[in-house]
C-alpha cells in the first residue's frame, strides 16, 4: 500500500516562498504520476500541478503557473512543490496524490498540509 506524507507548510507573508514535500513509500516510487492538489474550506479540491505518467513535461494550474515548480527526486522517493510569490488566495490545505497507473486518476493521498499566506 503506498503512503504519501507532505510536509513544509505553515505560516508565511505575501510575496514569500514555500517548499512543500511529499515523501512516499510502500510502492515503487516515480514522480511520473504525482501531483498537487488543494482544498479551501467549503470547497472542492482543486489541481494545482502534476507531472503525467509519461514523465514528459509538467501541468500547472492557470492560477499558480509562473509561481509554483513541480519536481522528483527518485533516488529519495519525494515529490516537492516550490511555490514563489505566494498570495493570500494561495491559502489552503496542500494534498500530494499518485496514480497507481497511467490510465487511472489519482488513487493515493496524503494528509495534507496546512499553507498560510498572510497580507
Do not use: H
Not at 506524507?5 to 505575501?14: I, M, T
Request: hydrophobic share 30%; with cysteine.
Amino acid at each position: 500500500q503506498v503512503q504519501l506524507v507532505e510536509s513544509g507548510g505553515g505560516l508565511v507573508q505575501a510575496g514569500g516562498s514555500l517548499r512543500l514535500s511529499c515523501a512516499a513509500s510502500g510502492g515503487t516510487f516515480s514522480s511520473n504520476g504525482m501531483g498537487w492538489f488543494r482544498q479551501t474550506p467549503g470547497n472542492e479540491r482543486e489541481f494545482v500541478a502534476d507531472i503525467p505518467w509519461s514523465g514528459d513535461r509538467t501541468y500547472y494550474a492557470d492560477s499558480v503557473k509562473g509561481r509554483f515548480t513541480i519536481s522528483g527526486d527518485n533516488a529519495k522517493n519525494t515529490v516537492y512543490l516550490q511555490m514563489n510569490a505566494l498570495k493570500p488566495e494561495d491559502t489552503a490545505v496542500y494534498y500530494c496524490a499518485a496514480k497507481r497507473g497511467p490510465y487511472t486518476g489519482y488513487t493515493y493521498w496524503g494528509q495534507g498540509t496546512q499553507v498560510t499566506v498572510s497580507s
